[in-house]
C-alpha cells in the first residue's frame, strides 16, 4: 500500500550538515543567532548548495531567489523563511554525515536580552496563575462556610414536620423562628451561637414538645419582620403563630412513602374520575310502531347531470324502487344557466354503500358524497 506523499516526504533522509542544524535549530534559537552561527562556521558555496538542494527537493526551483553580491546571510534568511512557511510534514528529513561540521552553539551565539525577557515573562504568568488560584480557593472557602451556615441554621430552626406544612404562598415563612440567622451576620459567630446550646442532633421522630422545650432553652430567638403582602389575608385564629418557645400541640402522625431497599419510591398515576356528564346510549330493544325511537344518521349524497325534465318525485320513487325506502330529495339551484339539474339526497349510513355504487345509478348521472352545508329548502307558496 503507497504511503502518501507528505509522510514519504518526511521520512526521506537527505544528507547535508548545513540544513540539519537549520531544520533542528529552527525551533530553539532566534534567526540571529542562527544567522551568526552559520556565517562563521560555513562557506558561501555551502550556504549556496544547500539553498539550492532546499528548493530542488520541495520542487520550487523556480521560486528561488537569486543573492549576486555577499548573499551568504540572505540566503540563509532565505532558507529559514522557506522552513517556517512549509508544512514540516512535506519537508525532507536532513542529516548530518560529517559530524564534524556542525557548529557548537555556544554562549556567545545566545542572545542574553531575549532570554531574560522570556524569564521575566515566564514569572509574571506563573504570579498570575496563583493569584487566580488564591481567589479560587477563598471562594471555595467562603460557599463552604455559607453551606454548613444554612444546614445548622435549617436543622435549628425547625422540625422536618413543620417543614413540610409551612404554606410560603400566604407569608408563613415570614412568621417568627427560632435560631434563625440573617444573612447579614457573621458566619463564624452565628454558626457557633446556633451550635452552642445544642450538644445533640435533634432526629426527624423527636416529639415536638421534646424540641419546643430545647427551642425555649435557646437564647438565640430571632423575630423577622413580616413581608408586605399585596392584598391582607384572613388568617382564622388557629392559624396563628405560636410564640417563640411556646409548646406545640401534638399533630397526627404522617405517613412516610414506601421506598424499597435501592432507596426507589413506588409512583402510581391516578384514576380518572368517571365525567358526570358523559353521554351514555341506551341499549331497550325498539318496534317499529313505538312511539319513541332513535333518529338514523344521514349523509348527504350530491346527484347531478340529470335530464332536465326530472322532478323531485322521480328520484324519490326510482330510490324507494332500488332500497325499498323512502328518502329525503332536494334540488338544487344553480346560479348558471345549465340544461340539466342537480340534487341531494339525504341516506342513511346503512344504505350509504349501494347508493354509492356505480350501478346504483343510470349511465352517465354524477354522483359523490356532498361538501360544503346543505342549503336550505325554499317552500313554495
Known amino acids: 500500500m503507497p504511503l502518501p ?27 540571529v543567532s542562527i544567522l551568526q552561527i552559520c556565517k562563521t562556521n560555513f562557506k558561501e558555496e555551502e550556504i549556496s548548495s544547500g539553498k539550492r538542494l532546499l528548493y530542488m527537493s520541495l520542487d520550487k526551483l523556480d521560486q528561488m531567489p537569486s543573492r549576486r553580491r555577499d548573499g551568504t546571510e540572505k540566503s540563509v534568511q532565505d532558507i529559514i523563511t522557506l522552513l517556517k512557511v512549509t508544512d514540516p510534514d512535506d519537508v525532507p528529513t536532513f542529516v548530518a554525515k560529517d559530524l564534524h561540521k556542525l557548529p557548537p552553539v555556544t554562549f556567545d551565539h545566545v542572545d542574553v536580552t531575549r532570554l531574560l525577557k ?27 462556610a455559607e453551606v454548613v451556615l444554612l444546614r445548622n441554621t435549617m436543622s435549628v430552626s425547625r422540625s422536618p ?13 415570614n412568621l417568627s423562628v427560632c435560631s434563625f440567622a440573617s444573612a447579614d451576620f457573621d458566619a463564624s459567630a452565628v454558626v457557633g451561637e446556633c451550635n452552642a446550646p445544642i450538644a445533640k442532633e435533634v432526629s426527624a421522630s423527636t416529639p415536638r414538645r421534646v424540641y419546643a422545650d430545647a427551642a425555649a432553652r435557646t437564647p438565640s430567638c430571632v423575630t423577622l419582620p413580616r413581608a408586605p403582602a ?4 384572613r388568617v382564622p385564629a388557629r392559624a396563628a403563630p405560636a410564640p417563640c418557645g411556646a409548646p406545640l400541640p401534638a399533630a397526627p402522625s404522617v405517613l412516610l412513602p414506601r421506598r424499597d431497599e435501592d432507596g426507589f419510591e413506588l409512583v402510581q398515576r391516578k384514576k380518572r374520575r368517571p365525567k358526570p356528564t358523559k353521554n351514555r346510549c341506551g341499549k331497550a330493544p325498539t318496534k317499529p310502531e313505538q312511539l319513541v325511537r332513535a333518529a338514523q344518521s344521514n349523509t348527504p349524497v350530491y346527484i347531478s347531470r340529470l335530464h332536465y325534465s326530472v322532478k323531485r318525485e322521480s328520484i324519490v320513487e326510482y330510490v324507494h324502487q332500488k332500497l325499498k325506502y323512502t328518502l329525503r330529495v332536494q334540488e338544487l339551484e344553480s346560479n348558471r344557466n345549465v340544461n340539466f339539474k342537480a340534487f341531494v339526497v339525504r341516506v342513511p349510513n346503512c344504505f350509504l354503500h349501494l347508493v354509492l355504487n356505480e350501478d346504483f345509478w343510470p349511465q352517465n348521472v354524477v354522483f359523490r358524497r356532498f361538501r360544503g352545508q346543505v342549503p336550505p329548502e325554499r317552500t313554495k307558496t
Open 230 to 233: 399585596p392584598a391582607p389575608a
Open 161 to 173: 414536620d413543620e417543614a413540610s406544612k409551612v404554606n410560603t404562598r400566604r407569608g408563613a415563612q
Open 118 to 144: 522570556d524569564i521575566i515573562f515566564l514569572k509574571t504568568s506563573l504570579s498570575e496563575v496563583q493569584s487566580k488560584l488564591e481567589v479560587s480557593e477563598k471562594d471555595i472557602r467562603e460557599l463552604r
Open 5 to 31: 506523499v507528505s509522510v514519504a516526504m518526511s521520512s526521506t533522509l537527505i544528507a547535508n550538515e548545513l540544513l540539519a542544524f537549520i531544520q533542528h535549530a529552527i525551533d530553539t534559537m532566534d534567526e
